[in-house]
């Protein structure tokens, strides 16, 4: 989906939830916030994030997908088991009956370091938000890890990306 597209089932969702009496509110996180939010990418292929109410949501988001030929978790909160009870989100905008937040820049940056997948166009997001942040040591890119997971779950692997990508970011003559 792209950018247009996600607005556009978002704002049915809302004039749903409206129909039906019901507010909503969605947190966009991951690829979606990088598509919706951060322009970086040109689309995603569903909207991962964390919402209530759940079951209505979930019921509606069915019926959205089988009136518009879309796949049954094009709005998913598989995301839940990454997002950590320290969350920080700020107000994106709000359609119909539903309000959409989406996590900071800062957090998202953490969640995908802590995930720190070099496959796919997740590596390419990590370099967009150390440079939208100016984030250029490894110590600045922990800092903010630390504001939001505990800094005994990071993975080897992490250190490398961020290494990695700050090296190609800006010591590599890209800069």
């Keep these: 989906m792209n950018r247009s597209e996600l607005l556009k089932y978002l704002e049915i969702l809302g004039g749903e939830l409206e129909k039906c009496g019901l507010h909503g509110e969605v947190i966009i996180t991951g690829d979606a916030a990088m598509c919706l939010v951060h322009s970086a990418r040109d689309a995603t292929k569903d909207i991962d994030a964390l919402y209530e109410p759940k079951n ?3 019921a509606l988001v069915k019926k959205i997908a ?3 030929d879309l796949p ?9 088991g990454f997002v950590d009870g320290n969350i920080e989100t700020a107000d994106y905008m709000k359609l119909g009956n539903l ?3 989406a996590v900071t820049p800062e957090y998202l940056l ?14 390419n997001d990590i370099k967009f938000l150390l440079r939208k942040l100016n984030i250029r040591t490894y110590e ?10 505990t800094l005994d779950r990071i993975l080897p692997k992490t250190r490398y990306v961020i290494e990695q990508s700050l090296e190609e970011l800006y010591y590599s003559g890209n800069e």
Excluded: P
Aim: aromatic content about 12%; cysteine-free; charged content about 30%.
């Design 56 to 58: 209505e949501i979930n």
């Design 66 to 68: 089988a009136e518009y």
């Design 72 to 80: 049954q978790d094009w709005l998913n909160d598989s995301v839940k």
């Design 99 to 101: 309000k959409i937040t």
């Design 110 to 123: 953490a969640m995908k370091l802590m995930s720190s997948r070099v496959e796919g166009q997740d590596y």
């Design 140 to 149: 600045k890119a922990e800092l903010i890890i630390g504001r939001f997971f």
